[in-house]
């Protein structure tokens, strides 16, 4: 069983569950060393004073806050257990919110809330309560000194706890240029709404591969008997033109097997057709006269 990140309660009202918080993801990556380019040593990270360039142990190395330049108060553990002291064991749920008005950014990193022994009853109370009511518990917990904004949300059989940013770490759309809310021509519409229905299905998470890391991993596992592997690159994509537009959905549309409905002409593609239809009559016209 690896360590707990956190152990103390959750509260709603006067109701308290034991808990402790146990990891709900795992980082899935390939580690690496920094080496000395010729000997291939490894190189190591060393606490250097900027003064006197001597390498500091950590036993003399406190942590201190910058108040004016080059001024630094010191804080100790004893600074930090004492900010932390009120909020560090307890979880209190501040209020319960529809859970579809949380937007996404806010989520940070989920952990599984374990119920502690004998405390299982309070916890399926509340799990199935959240799942009945549809709703996110919100509130602040301290974990490890820091504070964070935190969700609690029935999941199956388990309750998560979902760290959160706080209002302030969440950047607003409106200092980026993104396009209006205009709404797109009817017939590229549709053809777009055709073009997801077509591509629609259920999630299913271990469909989805990370082909960097498989392709890294290949390339290794090629240098260390010695060979070399060759990978095919990917083209740039480039932006679709909206004169190309209708024509890029039918493409894809006859692509997914739903394309049904004639390509649409794009300005374009009417000019082809004029100059055609001209070239046509000329012919026709000298074909007469000849006649």
């Known amino acids: ?31 690496f060393r920094l080496l000395e380019k010729n000997s291939l040593c490894q190189v190591k990270y060393e606490r ?20 004016a330049k080059d001024k630094f108060v010191v804080l100790t553990d004893a600074d930090f257990e ?16 529809p859970a579809d008005q949380i937007d996404s950014r806010y989520f940070s990193k989920p952990y599984y809330a374990i119920p502690e022994e004998g405390a299982e009853g309070v916890y399926a109370l509340l799990r199935e309560a959240i799942k ?17 904004l935190a969700a609690v949300r029935a999941l199956d059989d388990a309750i998560e706890i979902n760290l ?5 770490e969440v950047v607003d759309q409106s200092e980026f240029d993104i396009p209006s809310g205009e ?4 017939q590229a519409l549709k053809m777009a709404k055709q073009l997801i229905e077509s591509l629609t299905t ?27 592997i060759k990978l095919v690159e990917a083209e740039e994509p480039r932006p679709t033109a909206v004169i190309d537009l209708l024509e890029r959905l039918q493409a894809s549309l006859k692509r997914s097997g739903t394309g049904s409905e004639k390509p649409a002409k ?16 000329k012919r026709t016209s000298h074909v007469k006269k000849r006649a």
């Open 183 to 186: 709404k797109p021509k009817a």
């Open 164 to 168: 959160m940013r706080f209002a302030d």
């Open 202 to 228: 259920d999630f299913n998470p271990q469909k989805y591969k990370d082909q960097y890391r498989e392709n890294l991993q290949n390339i290794i596992n090629a240098k260390v008997k010695g060979q070399s």
């Open 132 to 148: 009945e009511t549809d709703t996110v518990g919100i509130g602040r917990i301290t974990i490890r000194n820091k504070q964070h």
């Open 266 to 281: 794009t300005a374009k593609t009417a000019k082809s057709t004029k100059r055609a239809a001209t070239k046509t009559a």
């Open 1 to 31: 069983m690896p360590a707990n990140v956190w152990k103390g309660s959750i509260s709603f009202g006067l109701v308290h569950i034991p808990v402790s918080l146990q990891n709900a993801v795992r980082e899935d990556h390939i580690e």
């Open 82 to 97: 004492k900010a932390a002291l009120a909020t560090s064991k307890a979880f209190e749920i501040e209020d319960f919110v």
């Open 48 to 67: 250097v004073c900027k003064k006197n360039n001597k390498t500091i142990p950590w036993g003399d190395i406190v942590k201190g806050y910058e108040y």
